[in-house]
């Protein structure tokens, strides 16, 4: 499952809940206006191969379990 919401001025923080099951494989939240923490909830996400949230106004660190995900390959924060 690809969840891509790029370009569209969305604003507030990333839903935790985007892991659907556990079946989102690809996560691209481009050029949004989203902001606070990436969840840590993505952690649970074990299928995700790929996230892209750059272009948004996210602060604070990364979590940690994402890079510990089994099939991640992509993880993209520029221009934050």
């Known amino acids: 499952l690809m969840v891509d919401l790029s370009s569209n001025s969305f604003t507030g923080l990333i839903p935790p809940g985007l892991c659907f099951g556990g079946k ?24 995700l191969d790929r996230i892209r949230v750059g272009q948004n106004f996210l602060n604070g ?13 992509i993880i993209e924060f520029p221009h934050n």
């Open 61 to 73: 660190s990364i979590p940690v379990v994402l890079f510990q995900l089994p099939l991640i390959q």
């Open 24 to 47: 989102l494989q690809k996560l691209i939240l481009l050029d949004n206006h989203f902001s606070g923490s990436i969840p840590e909830s993505l952690g649970g996400c074990t299928m």
